[in-house]
């Protein structure tokens, strides 16, 4: 056992409790307050990522051809920070010459240095929550949340459930075969775990941390050996995290290689190089289905685990809650721009209308009801940029332009406050086979779709997640009969539901530790973090047997 | 909980706990005995062989277009066995009507179904003897063994490992999260598991049903529905096994289709059109690497479990039982005629000898050793059929004849006594980086390959399994450091190694419960019985959520 291993082991048992009986529980406090954090975390914090602008950021040691890095911040900052840059050859040459030391690590060892790193992230949340604001583009407390202490929260859970493979076979075993009336034979076996070899991680531009933690942690604990691929607009918030890892690799005995960033330019990336090397045997993959299909082509024998794009659907049958649902809605639409990968696009409404604890609405009382709970929520400029955020990709901003003509404007998008903004946009459209609505609309898009009613709102919705993909899906309904017509058929395209949602809840939220994100069930993505079928194959179980000596 | 379940779960609770420890363990007895299964178990089990012969294979019920099979036993037997055969947009369509109630089923009722096959096809181990011995040309005790309580030992230990996968996760949950002062949010969470479609067996010649029943029943137990594809030469036994599947769903309610039989012609094969159809949505293959290349290209989207081929070595280093070691080296090249996936091809032996509890031996003596060896163990012609089986493909008997000229004929391979047979070739070769030894030369073919010293044969045989693939890897050697550097050596070759095997047990011997069989760490397989990653993609997990009623 190592010191950090010791010094962590109560959090991992508490995780692995967690995902066991899948209720709340997280290490990491996701308030990003002075009284959880230290007094001085917030101005240091500040202090911090201050330092690091228009700087070369240090990676003591990192292989290093040249520097690159143009990041800008939506919010409009320059960040002018340059990080060493090497080429795919150099950084496999480099990552395979770590391996050994890492291979040859215990599993406690391994899981110690990864707890040590998150246990450290987590210190880091308001460097890492700016870090990230000024790269995706998300206000200040969602960035710190899904930055940091979200992303930890999920780079924890694929330690532990890693934890929990990894720990299935026992270390050695004695196998004792009657033989009649003769002497048994008596094996002394022997098990270890093996690695596959390096592990390609590539990051969103969104959610940097959130979406590369699970696979960085997954495959860094069972022995590989890694390769961090940031968007070219946000490196950073990777860049702290490889920085941060090095620094515990190193002080705990193991090259810092182990963990390496390749930072490239965009429109010259590196990352078809890093695909297609024979020794990168695991890839994580977060982005579109166009480049999603690159990398499945391109990998060779390399294990692939995608989070890809689909189209997310609100269903709206009946209420008992008219102002608690519109509210809801409205708080899914507007967060951070609707550039979450579980923030819905399509609204199904039945043409006859719904019933409500207000009485009977027409279809358009519904769609006035949503987009006036997101006028209210944004009425104040500065809580409409604190919710909305930027739009991190200036295609997303000449998405919403051509999106106006796609169906009737109920209401329209305009600039907010502050940075390159959007505010959603709410079009009309019948259910056509061709609508747009039928394809992802990244960012403040969303569709009022109008069914013949209830039951065909949500078959749609199913059919559509099913063939397209889709991440999440909610319902709102009175109708218990419907609700599990309805739980059938989202189970059946493979698709999480949430029901009824009016609180301070939202149907974009995932939790770690309690629901497993995507289901790798449909098209929107072959993974789910984070179940055993994400970690088991990261590394293999290799034997050595013998008779027992007398 | 239904009967089946509650009938067989003890059994299940034992299987969990053999993985667990990893010591011995059956359920199912590997001894043809009628103490055992019943006195006239011997004699029924012959009738119910001869009574199929030359009939119509009945499977009622079970999609028809037209009656195939042309098995002809390798012992001379021809069968003349027909079976419904349809097409695969036929096979495809069934098993897409049988699935809704397959997936509907809960995960113990599934688990009873599967226990309950088992179960009584361990009740028909002797027909499935005699069904294995006439397709597969294996001798009637190892027919029996491999082809019956073995074959169900891997079924048994599939369902045990997709229990502990599909209880991972809880059915329900309530997830209370904490809001300061103001009221938690609570929410109420459903998990189900779904499949994922239809599932297809590739069963090959050898051993049709060993191989096959891990993924048959992984795929089963976790609700996908199956296609079974037999080798054109091996269909009975796994038609035996469709047909008792078959009985026990439409006894437990289910349609029977949920279990399919795809029977074609060799030349004429459906393989192909099963393997593109994007219904299949799960392939576990076994067979050639090529063939495997095929499968892989052709899938899709389909998940693929394989195990292919790869050179099996053992390295003689040194050894305190010069007599028991060549006796089992000799045992294990002549066991069904080196047709085994676990057969050693390659002997590697340093060119200056070796030292023995007889003093030192030179290479010639070594080779002069195992070939004596061999030639008393198939001295007498009874016996020498019983070990050696024989040839099941033809294919096998034309690669000994071109195989003499490869090298030194250090014991030459000469027909036994009954069916079409051959006893084992042993070739000397040098090591060089062309030789014939470093391809799979599947059958009775073995090289003694000449090396510097033992370290350089233990490397020889890692560098070959890492490139080339292996199953199994032994070692005779009584230096412990240098046991130390092979278990290194093999394990980053990703092979399970047999050290030091003189009694009654052979590396080509895999325990179900115990062993994993193939790594899925080098080109020999991608997928190891039974591990976590053997089963955990085969379902996907699905939830719904819902404010908690006050």
Not at 3 to 21: K, P, Y
Not at 235 to 242: K, R
Not at 372 to 380: F, R, S
Not at 381 to 387: E, F, I, K, T, Y
């Amino acid at each position: 056992m190592t010191d950090n291993f010791r010094r962590h082991e109560a959090m991992l048992a508490d995780a692995l409790a967690a995902l066991q009986s899948r209720a709340f529980w997280t290490p990491f406090p996701e308030t990003p307050s002075g009284k959880i954090y230290g007094e001085s975390a917030r101005s240091d914090g500040e202090a911090a990522f201050q330092a690091l602008l228009g700087a070369a950021f240090d990676l003591p040691g990192h292989p290093e051809e040249r520097r690159l890095g143009a990041e800008v911040s939506p919010w409009g900052l320059d960040l002018r920070i340059t990080y060493p840059s090497a080429g795919a050859g150099a950084l496999i040459a480099a990552s395979g010459r770590a391996a050994a030391g890492w291979t040859a690590a215990t599993p406690a060892e391994r899981a110690g240095v990864c707890l040590e790193i998150l246990h450290r992230l987590n210190r880091q949340s308001f460097l890492m929550g700016h870090a990230t604001m000024h790269t995706t583009g998300q206000a200040f407390p969602m960035a710190f949340q899904a930055g940091g202490p979200h992303a930890q929260d999920r780079g924890l859970e694929a330690v532990a459930v890693a934890w929990q493979e990894m720990m299935r076979t026992p270390a050695t075993a004695v196998w004792e075969k009657p033989q009649g009336k003769a002497a048994p034979i008596v094996l002394e076996k022997q098990w270890r775990a093996v690695p596959r070899g390096i592990s390609l991680a590539i990051g969103c531009n969104t959610f940097p941390t959130w979406n590369s933690y699970p696979g960085m942690f997954a495959s860094l604990v069972t022995g590989n050996t890694l390769i961090v691929k940031p968007h070219p607009a946000a490196i950073l918030p990777l860049a702290l995290t490889v920085r941060i890892a090095r620094e515990v690799l190193a002080e705990a005995g193991f090259s810092p290689d182990v963990v390496l960033l390749a930072v490239d330019e965009a429109g010259a990336e590196i990352t078809g190089d890093l695909i297609a090397a024979p020794e990168v045997a695991i890839i994580d993959y977060t982005g579109s289905n166009a480049f999603g299909d690159h990398v499945r082509a391109n990998a060779g024998g390399a294990l692939v685990f995608t989070e890809e794009a689909g189209v997310n659907s609100i269903t709206i049958a009946g209420t008992d809650d008219f102002r608690g649902m519109c509210s809801n809605i409205a708080f899914s639409l507007s967060l951070y721009s609707g550039q979450m990968c579980t923030a819905p696009q399509n609204i199904y409404v039945p043409k006859g209308g719904i019933q409500t604890d207000e009485g009977p609405k027409t279809l358009d009382e519904v769609a006035a009801g949503i987009a006036g709970a997101i006028d209210a929520l944004l009425a104040d400029p500065a809580r409409a940029s604190g919710v909305c955020g930027t739009i991190a990709n200036p295609a997303t901003l000449a998405r919403v332009a051509s999106a106006r003509g796609m169906g009737g404007v109920l209401r329209d998008s305009a600039p907010l406050a502050e940075g390159r903004s959007a505010s959603p946009l709410i079009l009309q459209v019948e259910d056509a086979p061709d609508g747009p609505h039928r394809h992802e609309c990244f960012g403040p898009i969303s569709f009022i779709v109008a069914v013949e009613d209830a039951d065909a709102g949500i078959q749609a919705a199913a059919d559509l997640a099913r063939s397209k993909g889709a991440i999440t899906a909610a319902l709102y309904d009175t109708d218990e009969a419907r609700i599990a017509r309805a739980i059938d058929a989202f189970a059946w395209a493979g698709v999480n539901l949430s029901i009824n949602l009016t609180g301070g809840i939202y149907v974009n939220q995932s939790a770690a530790f309690s629901d497993y994100h995507v289901t790798g069930a449909n098209p929107a993505g072959n993974a789910s973090l984070t179940d055993s079928a994400f970690i088991a194959g990261r590394f293999r179980v290799v034997m050595s047997r013998r008779p027992k000596a007398a």
